[in-house]
């Protein structure tokens, strides 16, 4: 490494000047003892410790290590005259052969060798400086004198004509050196805010990075339930086609051995009835009076029994159904099955996960116990000791915490035993005294009710009676808020509609439970519904 380059790795990163007193941190970067504590300090008042080169942290504030190495070659080197090969600037006196400049006069703009500066006049006004080959730069170019001030006014070097006749006089002016150090202490702040914005950055960058990672793993999982949704239905579509075929396949068998028997009795019957004829022909075309005569009537050579049997309706002459007429009910439940697998897509049954319902304590009626876990609710005779506000109902009814205004959500319940009980949602204003405050009753709720075993779904006091049975003791209440949609669901396998209220939504809608002679449970579930 050439000397000027050893040169420039003795230059502190911070002042950007050759180190004073070196100092070390743990990560091995060096700087001047004054420039590390001055960064400390500053960093004192965020807590967070680290080197401005490598930005390594530490977990408390770093002890300063003295390089005793570092110090000793900086002195060694910065002490040692340039050689030749360090500066390439020669002599300007050494005519005859190259000689190696050691300093450089400012005054006689000429570079000197050790021989010429030991005879080199000692006045003032000889300047020396390192050896350079631009020393007319170091000069006024009006005055051609040292430029020894800063105008900082004008922002320019000068020199001391110009700050006493020239274009400077009257402006406020520094040595040299003084501006140095004012320049420098502004080049270390704005290296401070340098390094500050940096370190800014790097975290937006690393927050950045977090949130995209985070969005391909959301990416990633969303489409591994699309895939595994897909699986299913198309699973389940095999399974209906193959069972649908299978139907088709055992009853055209049926219908095909039912018309084979039909058509060879039939074939019989027609045989019988080709030999009756010619035998009537023969008669027919017989001349002799007592052959003819003596043969029974014609009426008689028809069987009776089969007379009768065409009359009734039980016989063998019934005329065969066509084949289309096969029995579509099996095949028309199975399609029907396909059509509630659709229609639970689009109802909602799918989405990403169970509402997170807590019980409000604070509006559970007196005779109502919530459990520990604010996920179940049980009738008790003993009036529990709360305190009666505005917001608590008077009767056997309880609200969830949580309101919901937008999105997609569903949650489960389980009822410990028949009896009258009511589950559905509700809007925070509903009454909470009189009959009007059941949910259902009025036009701020909606419920599935049970009184005993009849099942309705109540809104304003209008009752829809649920056909068919109903054996499962769980059910799904599922919220579209956007598509104005409130369903319920028999959880049995598999999943069965019930009914769909369909309303605008014009407030939060929490859930909401009527328990008169029984416990319900509000069940946890996995992230998308599947056949328990």
């Not at 008042?45 to 003295?66: H, N, Q």
């Not at 030749?84 to 000429?110: N, Q």
Request: net charge neutral.
């Amino acid at each position: 490494m050439a000397v000027a380059d050893l040169r420039d790795e003795l230059d502190c990163s911070i002042c950007l000047s050759t180190y004073t007193d070196p100092v070390m941190l743990r990560c091995g970067h060096n700087f001047c003892r004054v420039c590390i504590d001055r960064v400390l300090d500053t960093q004192d008042k965020s807590g967070v410790y680290f080197c401005p080169d490598c930005r390594e942290e530490f977990p408390e504030r770093p002890a300063l290590m003295r390089n005793l190495t570092l110090r000793n070659v900086m002195e060694n080197l910065l002490f040692t005259p340039p050689t030749p090969m360090d500066t390439g600037i020669c002599c300007t006196y050494c005519v005859d052969s190259p000689v190696p400049a050691v300093r450089s006069c400012l005054h006689c703009e000429a570079s000197l060798c050790d021989k010429h500066l030991r005879s080199h006049s000692k006045s003032p006004e000889h300047v020396l400086s390192d050896p350079s080959t631009s020393l007319e730069k170091r000069k006024c170019s009006v005055h051609k004198k040292i430029l020894e001030y800063y105008c900082t006014e004008d922002t320019a070097c000068i020199c001391v004509s110009c700050s006493l006749v020239g274009e400077h006089r009257g402006h406020r002016v520094e040595m040299l050196d003084e501006a140095l150090e004012k320049k420098k202490k502004k080049l270390r702040n704005v290296l401070h805010k340098l390094i500050t914005k940096r370190k800014e950055t790097e975290e937006r960058v690393r927050i950045l990075e977090k949130r995209w990672r985070k969005a391909q793993e959301k990416a990633a999982g969303k489409a591994e339930r699309v895939t595994a949704l897909c699986t299913d239905i198309r699973r389940r579509v095999d399974d209906l086609e193959k069972k649908v075929l299978s139907e088709i396949s055992r009853q055209e068998k049926e219908e095909s051995l039912s018309l084979s028997a039909l058509i060879h009795q039939l074939e019989i019957k027609k045989d019988e009835l080709s030999r009756k004829m010619r035998h009537i022909e023969e008669l027919c075309n017989m001349t002799d009076p007592l052959t003819v005569l003596q043969e029974p009537d014609t009426g008689d050579l028809c069987d009776p029994e089969e007379e009768g049997g065409d009359e009734d309706t039980g016989g063998h002459d019934k005329q065969p159904h066509d084949g289309d007429d096969l029995d579509v009910a099996v095949i028309s439940h199975t399609l029907h099955t396909l059509c509630d697998v659709i229609s639970g897509i689009r109802s909602g049954i799918y989405v990403e996960g169970p509402a997170d319902i807590l019980l409000d304590v604070n509006t559970a009626g007196n005779y109502i116990h919530i459990s520990d876990d604010l996920k179940t609710a049980i009738r008790t005779r003993e009036k529990q000791k709360r305190p009666e506000t505005s917001e608590r109902f008077q009767d056997y009814q309880v609200m969830s915490r949580r309101g919901f205004t937008s999105g997609r959500h569903y949650w489960d319940v389980e009822i410990s035993k028949s009896g009258r009980w009511s589950v559905g949602m509700c809007y925070p204003s509903i009454d909470r005294r009189g009959r009007q405050s059941y949910i259902g009753y009025n036009n701020k709720s909606w419920s599935l009710w049970r009184y005993g075993n009849q099942y309705l779904v109540i809104h304003g006091s209008q009752e829809i009676r649920l056909p068919g049975n109903i054996f499962c003791n769980k059910f799904r209440i599922c919220l579209d808020y956007e598509a104005g949609q409130l369903s319920f669901y028999e959880l049995c396998d598999p999943i069965r509609h019930l009914h769909t209220f369909t309303i605008t939504f014009t407030q939060p809608l929490h859930a909401a439970l009527c328990i008169c002679d029984c416990s319900i449970k509000i069940l946890g579930g996995s992230s998308r519904w599947k056949k328990s």
